[in-house]
């Protein structure tokens, strides 16, 4: 079992940069492929972005690649999404998810992790 908590979310202006951490208990986040998600009030839950095993490929959604960046230290056990330029269609509920240690690719469909985080709200005013 691995737990996951993330922080970060707030409200920003469109075009102010934005990190999220999404840190991890109970078991290590190193061999995980790791990803976020973020989802809006009566929409489906929307992959945002993707990291393997080892930090060797990253994956994102069209519409936040070349202003998002996902990352991980595994000295401290958390994952980062890193948001630059933001907008308002970015406002969401962010979720970071963990795959079991077996499974090794990078999925963008939600329910392929078997780990979520509580969410954190980021809101982006116009």
């Known amino acids: 079992q691995v737990q996951l908590a993330e922080s970060g979310g707030g409200l920003v202006q469109a075009g102010d940069p934005l990190r999220l951490s999404c840190a991890a208990s109970?078991?290590?986040?190193?061999?995980?492929?790791m990803g976020w998600f973020r989802q809006v009030p009566g929409k489906e839950r929307e992959f945002v972005a993707a990291?393997?095993?080892?930090?060797?490929?990253?994956v994102y959604a069209d519409s936040v690649k070349d202003r998002f960046t996902i990352s991980r230290d595994n000295a401290k056990n958390t994952v980062y999404l890193q948001m630059n330029s933001l907008k308002p269609e970015d406002t969401a509920v962010y979720y970071c998810?963990?795959?079991?240690?077996?499974?090794?690719?990078?999925?963008?469909?939600?329910?392929?992790?078997?780990?979520w985080g509580q969410g954190t709200q980021v809101t982006v005013s116009s």
């Open positions: 998810a963990a795959r079991e240690p077996r499974y090794l690719g990078l999925r963008r469909d939600s329910v392929s992790y078997q780990y």
């Open positions: 109970g078991r290590t986040l190193s061999t995980r492929v």
């Open positions: 990291l393997s095993r080892y930090d060797t490929t990253t």
